[in-house]
């Protein structure tokens, strides 16, 4: 007969069928069961005649073999009094497949009390409700496991389900499992070392650690992670592990996790393992995973979200950056880090890789973003090579010990550096810059600043303008020297005349003693005058001049 509640003795009432008693029982559900019209199934009930362990239901087994249209079915189940129900477990056997239960499962149940090491396992079953390992509605879970083996369920999947804490619970996903709820490792007001085992399937819902924020060592496993697998979301996860991530997951489009939330993800900080072992960018060893340079891996995308809460763990592996416009940055890196587009995490060998600006500058901050760079080298570069780029009054500052060198740029801020640092107008003799195509707003602070002429130079043209309409530019302190690099002037004027610093508006050019100034012509050149010279045109121009035109 069905069990619906306790009885004041488990002994055959009039016109029922005897009770179970709260230990050691088995229900078949036999494979010709038919339609069972919704009736609820359990194995073992509380039995206040028990005066052994009379507060206890355990090691009740609930088989199902076959039928369908069931009600609730469950294993322990404890509705009244303290009842500590544990080691139940129920089970949908092979023959079952198919079956719908119009209700919630459950391997243990208790109303007051504690639940533990109840087990419950499916098998291609259709649940019209809830499923839990094991519920303690006025008590403590802990160490109870459901696992899902192909089927749906429509409601949600909890581990354990407690009013008080809750440990060590999971929940088991695996072939073509569906659930179309939330996916809780436990569901309770504090837990930890719960976690859900992602093998294969898909959650409609949001996968949680824990049902609020306070628990700790939560954790969601994605095994077989090569294999794409979808979820609504993630959250209060402590631990995120991906087992199995190969070259497969090399793009975002075939990412471990991929998320269909409207909303962006919260990581919660979790730490994340590779194959079970942390990851850390210095090792590139995770079992059979061996992260290879230039290559990436894609654990999670949310595709038009973003990721809150989460801290890249990476390392630059060279003191290149090279800036393309007022934005982004490139530079050599490895490790666990945030898309270009932020919309996917993903870990990656050294590679050239895409960074945003994020504090309106370019500064110490993004030098030392991922690790401690000495001695920076900045490259300020045109997006397009044959055009100009616009920086939107971008400032750099590169400070102690930096190169900047400016090969492009249109419309830059203050450029500045600090004790050692060096500014460079082209990058070196074989990379002049472009006449009259780099602008900045202002530029102080460098040690040497050296200007790289293309043999192209002409009378009149700009290598740099500085485009401040007020605030004097004051090199008159430098340590080092200003170096002209010539390779060569195809004028044919009786006069050249070249501006290395351009100084527009009311402010004036402050030049340092003329000891610091200084003409190389590199070997080769071809300069058809007889003098040059660096001159400071009155405050409005560093200038090299060049006279006495040779004739032939």
């Known amino acids: 007969g069905e069990l619906t509640k306790n009885q004041a003795s488990n002994a055959a009432q009039v016109g029922a069928h005897k009770l179970f008693g709260n230990k050691n029982n088995t229900v078949n559900v036999s494979q010709s069961a038919g339609d069972l019209n919704g009736k609820n199934i359990s194995s073992g009930r509380a039995d ?6 009379p507060n206890t239901v355990y090691n ?4 199902v073999k076959g039928g369908t249209n069931f009600g609730n079915v469950n294993a322990g189940y404890g509705d009244s009094g303290t009842q500590e129900v544990h080691h139940n477990g129920l089970s949908f056997e092979d023959s079952s497949k198919g079956a719908v239960v119009n209700g919630n499962i459950s391997a243990g149940y208790s109303l007051s009390g504690n639940v533990h090491d109840n087990t419950v396992t499916t098998n291609d079953t259709i649940v019209n409700g809830n499923a839990y390992g094991g519920e303690a509605a006025n008590g403590n879970a802990d160490a109870n496991t459901i696992t899902l083996n192909d089927g749906k369920v429509t409601g949600d999947v909890k581990g354990a389900k407690a009013s008080g804490s809750a440990t060590n619970n999971s929940v088991n996903l695996k072939g073509t499992a569906r659930v179309d709820g939330n996916v809780y490792a436990a569901d309770a007001s504090s837990g930890s070392g719960n976690s859900v085992n992602f093998h294969s399937g898909s959650v409609g819902g949001t996968i949680y650690g824990l049902s609020n924020t306070s628990g700790t060592n939560n954790s969601l496993n994605v095994y077989n992670a090569s294999t794409q697998k979808t979820a609504g979301d993630i959250a209060n996860l402590n631990v995120l592990n991906f087992d199995g991530i190969s070259n497969a997951n090399g793009s975002a489009a075939t990412a471990a996790l991929n998320l269909t939330t409207a909303g962006n993800t919260d990581i919660n900080n979790a ?3 590779l194959n079970g072992i942390d990851y850390d960018p210095s090792n590139d060893s995770y079992g059979s995973l061996n992260i290879e340079e230039g290559k990436e891996y894609h654990l999670i995308r949310n595709a038009g979200n973003t990721f809150t809460n989460f801290t890249e763990k990476a390392k630059q592996t060279t003191q290149e950056f090279t800036l393309k416009n007022s934005t982004t940055y490139d530079i050599m890196l490895k490790g666990l880090i945030k898309s270009s587009d932020d919309q996917s995490i993903l870990i990656q060998g050294s590679k050239l890789t895409s960074r945003n600006i994020t504090g309106g500058e370019f500064g110490n901050d993004e030098i030392n973003r991922y690790n401690p760079i000495p001695n920076p080298v900045i490259n300020v570069v045109n ?3 044959s055009n100009p780029t616009d920086f939107n009054g971008l400032d750099i ?3 102690n010990n930096s190169t900047v060198n400016l090969t492009g740029g249109n419309n830059i801020g203050n450029i500045t550096g600090g004790a050692g640092s060096t500014l460079n107008v082209g990058k070196n003799t074989t990379n002049p810059a472009t006449p009259n195509s780099i602008t900045a707003r202002n530029i102080g602070g460098f040690d040497d600043i050296n200007i790289f002429m293309p043999p192209t130079v002409k009378d009149g043209d700009s290598m740099i303008k500085l485009t401040d309409p007020t605030a004097n530019t004051d090199l008159s302190n430098m340590r080092g020297k200003i170096t002209a690099y010539v390779s060569g002037n195809t004028d044919v004027g009786d006069t050249s005349t070249i501006h290395l610093i351009d100084k527009q508006g009311s402010g ?5 003693d003329p000891s610091h100034l200084q003409t190389r012509v590199q070997q080769g050149a071809t300069i058809d005058y007889e003098t ?3 001159v400071d045109a009155n405050g409005r121009a560093l200038d ?4 006495g035109k040779r004739r032939v």
């Open 532 to 534: 040059y010279a660096m």
């Open 383 to 385: 997006e397009d090579p």
């Open 397 to 399: 500052d590169g400070g």
């Open 48 to 53: 206040v005649k028990d005066s052994v362990t």
């Open 60 to 63: 009740n087994k609930t088989i």
């Open 544 to 547: 090299l001049r060049f006279s």
């Open 508 to 512: 004036r050019l402050l030049l340092p």
């Open 271 to 273: 730490k994340f393992q």
